[in-house]
């Protein structure tokens, strides 16, 4: 009825303004599903009314799809990139972006860290690049221990996206153990050595497609 109506009619720049405020206010509390709703209405808003897009009030891709990494929600943000326009996917922040989750599609650790330190990020999209980044090595650190008794230092930077020493330093701080004799380090929970072999190996593959899903 009117209500509608007064919603439909309510000047899209307003709209945006107003879904801005919301969008930070939301990230300012880390309510990465709250921050989510907005990008996702205000997307729907502009698509049921393309002719009042103009410059600067296209919908918040760059936020969107950080967010759709951030809630481990890959399958959406693959959604979203195949929803944008030609235009809007020669952005090259946005196709960094998808470089970031094409990444972890892939489970592919050296790609994902790569993408993420190898592009100049925007004010708006840094700060939630350094959570995305931070967040991802806690749940790997965490798979890591399931995973291993035992993993080598290199084996750990990988993962972990760290120099070796920086990986020394972050792994001590969640109780694990360094052996510099063997240059390998034992998660906190380990219960008894074990060489990363084979069977380690395989374990980290069929684990790693977890990685995303642990809970933050």
């Known amino acids: 009825g009117t209500l509608k109506k007064m ?9 945006r303004a107003s879904s801005d405020s919301a969008i930070e206010l939301a990230l300012g509390s880390r309510n990465w599903t709250a921050a989510l709703e907005q990008c996702e209405e205000y997307e729907l808003e502009v698509a049921t009314r393309p002719q009042d897009v103009n410059a600067g009030l296209e919908p918040r891709y760059d ?32 196709q960094a972006l998808w470089e970031v989750g094409k990444a972890l599609y892939r489970n592919d650790y050296p790609s994902f860290y790569a993408s993420l330190n190898n ?5 708006n999209v840094r700060p939630l690049i350094q959570v995305l980044t931070e967040s991802f090595q806690e749940r790997t650190l965490q798979l890591l221990s399931k995973a291993f008794t035992t993993i080598s230092v290199d084996s750990a930077s990988t993962y972990l996206g760290l120099s070796p020493p920086a990986t020394i330093a972050k792994t001590a701080q969640a109780g694990w153990r360094h052996d510099a004799a063997r240059n390998t380090l034992i998660p906190a929970k380990a219960v008894a050595v ?7 190996t395989h374990q980290i593959q069929t684990l790693t497609e977890f990685v995303t899903f642990l809970e933050q």
Not at 7 to 15: H, W
Not at 75 to 92: G, I, M, T, V, Y
Not at 194 to 200: F, H, I, L, R
Request: no cysteine; glycine share 2%.
């Open 119 to 123: 592009f100049e990020w925007s004010e």
């Open 7 to 15: 919603v439909q009619t309510e000047p899209l720049a307003q709209l």
């Open 194 to 200: 074990k060489d990363e072999s084979a069977t380690g």
């Open 63 to 94: 936020i969107h799809l950080v967010l759709y990494f951030l809630t481990n929600d890959l399958n959406n943000a693959k959604f979203l990139w195949k929803r944008l326009s030609p235009a809007s996917k020669s952005s090259p922040e946005l």
